[in-house]
């Protein structure tokens, strides 16, 4: 996962911060729906905290940036309910991982692993999806997941330096996205 900096302020994070970012940033995929393979996986972060000994206060606060920071939650309207400069830190850095040359290989990667066809121009990207409808994704192709969720991260970052980074890693999708349309439909 990319880290980013703090944004706006002169003065260096205080070490408490940066553990929390550390923290959440380290665990925010364990747990998550998409590798669950088990339900009773949810807690495992919420167990793990726990037996590491994190105060009540400082585990809610990590489990919060984990919980609400997924783009299903963003589309729900959930994701800002309780907005920190951490908090747009670690989404912002899970976002960048996710678009750009490594992102692109991640998601063809993922549609992969998950036997989901890999473009059928028949099927076409959902435009405005509700967190229910984004979650059933056997339903699309992984060429559609760039329409459904990849090229609106760049929009949808919360520092500045994830603004910065995004703008050159979203161009890339977008090239890439052109030139694999015309190898499609075989203009190139």
Same mark, same amino acid.
Request: aromatic share 8%; with cysteine.
């Given at each position: 996962m990319t880290l980013l900096t703090?944004?706006?302020?002169?003065?260096?994070?205080?070490?408490?911060?940066?553990?929390?970012?550390?923290?959440?940033?380290?665990?925010?995929?364990i747990?998550?729906?998409k590798y669950l393979r088990d339900p009773s996986e949810e807690k495992i972060v919420e167990n793990f905290l726990e037996d590491e000994g994190l105060e009540e206060s400082k585990k809610m606060?990590? =489990?919060?940036?984990? &919980?609400?920071?997924g783009f299903k939650d963003e589309i729900a309207g959930l994701a800002n309910a309780e907005f920190s400069p951490e908090f747009g830190v670690v989404q912002d850095a899970d976002r960048l991982d996710a678009i750009g040359a490594?992102?692109?290989?991640?998601?063809?990667?993922?549609g992969g692993s998950r036997n989901r066809v890999l473009h059928d121009p028949a099927i076409k990207?959902?435009?405005?999806?509700?967190?229910?409808?984004?979650?059933?994704?056997?339903?699309?192709?992984?060429?559609?997941?760039?329409?459904?969720? =990849?090229?609106?991260? &760049?929009d949808l970052m919360k520092t500045?330096?994830?603004?910065?980074?995004?703008?050159?890693?979203h161009k890339f999708m977008e090239e890439f996205l052109m030139e694999f349309y015309e190898e499609w439909d075989g203009k190139a």
């Open positions: 703090f944004g706006g302020s002169e003065t260096s994070p205080s070490p408490s911060r940066v553990r929390k970012v550390e923290l959440a940033a380290l665990l925010h995929d747990g998550d729906y606060r990590i =489990l919060n940036i984990i &919980k609400k920071m490594i992102g692109i290989a991640r998601c063809f990667t993922f990207p959902r435009s405005d999806v509700s967190k229910e409808q984004y979650m059933k994704k056997e339903e699309q192709t992984t060429v559609n997941h760039f329409h459904e969720k =990849l090229l609106k991260l &760049k500045e330096a994830g603004q910065r980074r995004a703008e050159k890693r």
